[in-house]
């Protein structure tokens, strides 16, 4: 049961984002990541194969480097590894290959080969086992044809056989996030908050900051 939390608001997103991981770790993972809009219009990710602890001293190194993203904005995400094995490249989120959408994912893509071959006979080049790439590359298609980032998010959801919970960020929209529920993938929590939200895949990670949600 991999974790997902997700902020939008007026504060910095990163320690927000690993507090809520860290409200996820009963779950069982051996993955983390964390990704949060820059000042340079791109998703800043950061991944590691192992602990909570441990990305949050990589966030730590990268802040004290000046190197780390301040952004209001992100997604985290802890993963069981089910396509690819554990590795810091099969970690969450994934991001399109510009670097403007980054997307976190539970459950399973059935028809990702297919997926992936279409992606790849178009261009698009994966960094990843994860059969969760793909939609991060979908995404990104309906970007480059003109849609919006919801309708873009859409068609991507259209396509995608199985039963997936995914929240998506883009950084043309950066006050945006979506998430979305494909048949019973454990679905999506919304925290409904004062000048921000959350999404998240458990209502725990969202009790500390707003007890207001919708499921």
Not at 28 to 48: F, K, L
Not at 68 to 77: D, E, L, Q
Not at 202 to 213: I, K, Q, Y
Request: with cysteine; proline share 2%.
């Amino acid at each position: 049961m991999c974790g997902i939390i997700a902020y939008a608001g007026g504060q910095e997103a990163g320690p927000i984002l690993v507090d809520g991981l860290k409200a996820l770790e009963y779950r069982g993972y051996d993955s983390a990541g964390v990704g949060v809009r820059d000042g340079t219009g791109r998703m800043a990710v950061t991944r590691v194969a192992g602990r909570v602890e441990q990305l949050a001293a990589a966030l730590r190194a990268k802040a004290k480097s000046g190197a780390a993203s301040r952004g209001t904005v992100g997604i985290a995400h802890t993963r069981w590894a089910t396509h690819g094995g554990v590795t810091e490249a099969n970690a969450h989120p994934h991001v399109s290959r510009d670097g403007r959408v980054a997307i976190v994912h539970n459950g399973i893509v059935e028809n990702y080969l297919a997926l992936r071959a279409e992606l790849a006979d178009v261009g698009y080049e994966f960094t990843s086992e994860t059969d969760s790439e793909v939609i991060a590359h979908l995404i990104h298609r309906g970007l480059a044809a003109g849609h919006s980032f919801a309708a873009a998010v859409r068609q991507a959801a259209a396509l995608v056989q199985g039963a997936s919970a995914v929240v998506a960020a883009c950084a043309d929209e950066p006050e945006t996030l979506i998430g979305l529920r494909l048949g019973n993938a454990g679905g999506i929590v919304v925290g409904l908050g004062d000048g921000f939200n959350l999404l998240a895949s458990d209502t725990l990670a969202l009790l500390p900051h707003t007890s207001r949600v919708a499921y």
